[in-house]
């Protein structure tokens, strides 16, 4: 029976990649999708999700979620960061606009009602800002005991990617990340910068996506080249000419966990420090003496990764 899962997205192009191996792969049932604000403006998040979705030719119910973050005021500053020239992420894919809707119920309230009402096991897997899921928690304290597993891709140990200490992700909405990390949800595994770095896609692989000759295979290579010229140009890897697919690492890991490597640890996320706000503090030497929270990802099998990107891809 195919594992069902609700994505959680900032649509975005690796959120992109990641909706198009969540609808696709054959083990994988995506039953819903929520936007929140991150890589974009929340209701580009939501006509992107719906592009990729009409692509595809699915019919996923799409619900718009936080317009911004719990507490802070300050995201619309950095907005530059994002969409400056050579950036890797657009306000609109590079797919026709679509012609489908979301839905009329909010993100939070869905969560709630979806999950409190399940009486089938539904992965979470929250590949944005984790505002919805915080909103969802603080609405219903009761769903923690409801969610039997939660994939997170956020966070980094060894270094940021917006700060030298913090993550995107976490660094939008640190106020909802550590909501949710102390939740006491059960099941949670964190996928952080140190394992996506670890599964880069070539540009070679792109020219492999796009031989495969279908709609997810073309876009998916299309959007991967974007990302190689950008992190080239802004944030270059160890290997030039690659870039990761964040969120993508999270689907394939449901397929296949052997896809990661790492340990369990007790995260918990930086609120205050003047130069370390939103830093997921990974205490992976247990110096804390608490209880590990999550399992976190710090390696990745890129060539496993690439090869379930083309198996799935390949299906129409």
Same mark, same amino acid.
């Not at 999700?49 to 996923?60: G, K, P, Q």
């Not at 026709?96 to 839905?103: L, N």
């Given at each position: ?13 690796? %959120? ?10 054959? %083990? ?12 974009? &403006? ?15 030719? /699915? ?9 911004? &973050? ?77 969610? &039997? ?42 996928? &952080? ?14 020219? /492999? ?62 609120? /205050? ?44």
């Amino acid at each position: 029976m195919p594992k069902k899962l609700i994505l959680d997205v900032d649509t975005g192009t690796d %959120d992109a990649v990641a909706l198009m191996l969540a609808a696709l792969h054959p %083990d994988l049932e995506l039953i819903a999708a929520t936007t929140v604000n991150g890589n974009n &403006p929340v209701a580009n998040c939501t006509d992107n999700t719906l592009r990729v979705f009409d692509l595809l030719e /699915r019919s996923i119910p799409v619900h718009e979620g936080a317009a911004s &973050p719990l507490v802070r005021d300050d995201f619309p500053i950095p907005r530059g960061i994002l969409h400056r020239a050579g950036s890797m992420h657009g306000l609109e894919l590079p797919i026709p606009p679509p012609h489908s809707v979301k839905q009329t119920q909010r993100a939070a309230e869905f969560l709630v009602e979806m999950y409190m009402a399940a009486t089938e096991p539904i992965t979470l897997v929250p590949v944005g800002p984790l505002t919805n899921i915080a909103m969802a928690i603080k609405l219903e304290p009761r769903i923690v005991d409801r969610i &039997p597993e939660t994939v997170i891709m956020g966070g980094a140990h060894a270094s940021g990617n917006t700060t030298p200490a913090a993550e995107f992700n976490i660094w939008v909405d640190p106020e909802a990340a550590r909501v949710v990390f102390a939740a006491g949800l059960a099941n949670v595994t964190l996928v &952080p910068l140190d394992a996506t770095h670890r599964a880069l896609v070539s540009l070679e692989d792109c020219q /492999r996506l796009r031989a495969l000759g279908t709609p997810a295979g073309d876009a998916a290579a299309a959007i991967i080249e974007g990302r190689i010229t950008a992190y080239d140009h802004l944030q270059p890897m160890d290997t030039l000419r690659t870039a990761p697919v964040h969120d993508a690492l999270c689907i394939a890991y449901l397929v296949d966990p052997t896809v990661v490597g790492g340990q369990r640890a007790h995260v918990d996320v930086e609120t /205050r420090g003047e130069l370390t706000i939103g830093r997921t503090v990974i205490d992976t030497r247990g110096i804390n003496a608490l209880e590990p929270n999550a399992f976190v990802a710090f390696d990745a099998d890129a060539p496993k990764f690439v090869s379930i990107l083309l198996e799935t891809f390949a299906r129409r």
